[in-house]
């Protein structure tokens, strides 16, 4: 080959490699920037003073008599509307009979619209659910509150081809003349004074226990069952494959058995996670019986049989690059054959094992097919070290899934959904990151 072709091709080649990591970034950035951009809305975003009356109360944090002169501003400026209402409700006995149907009908769709936005009306009995006993605790739900208050939705189907065209009909029509009437323009008036949002920063977020299916708290229990599960899952992982790793490599001498053995990794590799799933309910919890039920240590052994595969052929290319010169030269001085793999092929292989184990447990945290019927609860409070020998818990990938799909309020809590996403890819991220990092400083001191 000529000199100049071979340039242009190298040249080709490069280009072809740079391209293809900027469109790879490219498309990362696509990804990740909206789950970023609205997981961080978790942590930051605008509390009413539903949200600050809800963390005094349930977990006993903030500024007692500000909170407090708060909720009195707040009950002022909602104060003229539940006079009025209770004017109309005189007004409703007093009414025609078809008229108080229609006006009842009308009366409690806006009651209850007025309740999910500002919470109980005063005098009446406090609700039982968490979700009903506060208003809106973040501004831009209480705008959607604000709109459904003040509007009722209705479809016109009078275009069959258009199909059903979603219509907005102010309620002030419904009591134009009553002495609910004036209501509507004050509450559309005095929205923020009735809540008072204020920029919030709550990173207890990450800490806190959640109450009421995630309605309000944080995701404590799903960090910390994650970590319980990808640490527990290295635990049983890790010495089993440097077990296979170091068999496969330095006592081994090929043949039809190491072949097979090869084989059988190779295929467990490729298994669905799913199937690992059903195999952790079958032979751990109904057959070994580890736990009674799901718990923490079935899902953790079951992890531990997903990641191996990979652990083990990491561990083995990590052991497979140490120089032969380094056995040798052991050897010569004396020391048996398991005395150089321990003290001088596992510490020169260390760097990429370290790798492969870092890397495998970002993969372990985020895996959500194996715990589903091992380890994953949908609610659950934190467990402590010895609870999770014979306990489920909450796990941000499985928790992710539940609260997108079977979740009965979904819209209610996109953010608490979007900020576990974002917490989950950032502890993936941070674990590569740590990989690498790890990797490179290890080699460093070794060639020091």
């Known amino acids: 080959m000529q000199l100049g072709t071979r340039r242009m091709l190298d040249r080709a080649f490069a280009g072809s490699g740079?391209?293809?990591?900027?469109?790879?970034?490219?498309?990362?950035?696509?990804?990740?920037?909206?789950?970023?951009?609205k997981g961080i809305g978790a942590v930051f975003f605008r509390g009413t003073v539903e949200h600050r009356r809800m963390v005094l109360e349930?977990?006993?944090?903030?500024?007692?008599?500000?909170?407090?002169?708060?909720?009195a501003e707040s009950s002022a400026a909602r104060a003229p509307v539940y006079a009025a209402m209770k004017a109309f409700e005189s007004e409703l006995e007093n009414a025609p009979a078809a008229e108080?149907?229609?006006?009842?009908?009308?009366?409690?769709?806006?009651?209850?619209?007025?309740?999910?936005?500002?919470?109980?009306?005063?005098?009446?009995?406090?609700?039982?659910?968490?979700?009903?006993?506060?208003?809106q605790t973040r501004w831009d739900r209480a705008r959607v509150k604000l709109?459904?208050?003040?509007?009722r939705e209705e479809w016109d189907y009078s275009n069959p081809a258009a199909g059903g065209v979603r219509m907005l009909k102010p309620r002030a029509l419904d009591f134009a003349g009553t002495a609910l009437a004036p209501v509507f323009p004050l509450i559309e008036r005095d929205a923020e004074r009735m809540l008072l949002p204020r920029r919030t920063v709550y990173w207890r977020f990450l800490t806190d226990d959640s109450f009421d299916s995630h309605f309000f708290g944080g995701i404590r229990a799903e960090m910390t069952g994650t970590f319980y599960l990808a640490v527990g899952a290295m635990i049983f992982a890790l010495p089993m494959a440097l077990g296979a790793?170091?068999?496969?490599?330095?006592?081994?001498?090929?043949?039809?058995?190491?072949?097979?053995?090869r084989t059988c990794i190779s295929t467990l590799a490729g298994v669905p996670s799913i199937v690992f799933g059903l195999f952790g309910l079958a032979f751990f919890i109904n057959t070994v019986k580890?736990?009674?039920?799901?718990?923490?240590?079935?899902?953790?052994?079951t992890l531990a049989l997903l990641i191996l595969p990979t652990m083990i052929r990491a561990a083995e290319e990590a052991i497979r690059a140490v120089p032969s010169t380094y056995r040798e030269a052991a050897l010569s001085?004396?020391?048996?054959?398991?005395?150089?793999?321990?003290?001088?092929?596992?510490?020169?292989?260390?760097?990429?094992?370290?790798?492969?184990?870092?890397?495998?447990?970002?993969?372990?945290?985020?895996e959500t097919a194996p715990i589903i019927f091992t380890a994953a609860v949908s609610v659950g409070r934190p467990l402590s070290i010895l609870q999770t020998?014979?306990?489920?818990?909450?796990?941000?990938?499985?928790?992710?899934?539940n609260l997108a799909t079977e979740h009965a309020a979904v819209d209610e809590i996109r953010h608490v959904q979007f900020g576990m996403v974002f917490v989950l890819v950032s502890l993936v991220l941070i674990l590569n990151l740590a990989a690498m990092i790890l990797r490179a400083r290890i080699a460093g001191k070794m060639r020091a």
């Not at 740079?18 to 951009?37: K, N």
């Open 18 to 37: 740079v391209m293809a990591i900027v469109l790879m970034g490219a498309s990362l950035i696509l990804l990740l920037a909206p789950v970023f951009v």
């Open 290 to 301: 580890v736990s009674d039920s799901k718990s923490v240590l079935a899902g953790s052994l």
């Open 389 to 401: 020998f014979n306990s489920a818990s909450p796990a941000l990938s499985w928790n992710i899934y």
């Open 245 to 261: 790793a170091v068999y496969l490599t330095e006592y081994t001498r090929g043949g039809w058995f190491v072949g097979f053995l």
């Open 147 to 151: 709109q459904k208050t003040l509007y």
């Open 100 to 135: 108080r149907r229609v006006l009842s009908r009308n009366y409690r769709e806006f009651k209850s619209a007025l309740k999910e936005l500002l919470g109980p009306i005063p005098g009446e009995l406090r609700p039982m659910l968490m979700r009903d006993q506060y208003g």
């Open 333 to 366: 001085l004396g020391a048996g054959r398991w005395h150089t793999v321990w003290s001088v092929v596992l510490p020169a292989a260390m760097p990429g094992i370290l790798t492969g184990t870092v890397i495998s447990m970002g993969r372990a945290a985020g």
């Open 58 to 71: 349930k977990f006993g944090r903030g500024d007692r008599a500000s909170v407090g002169t708060e909720i």
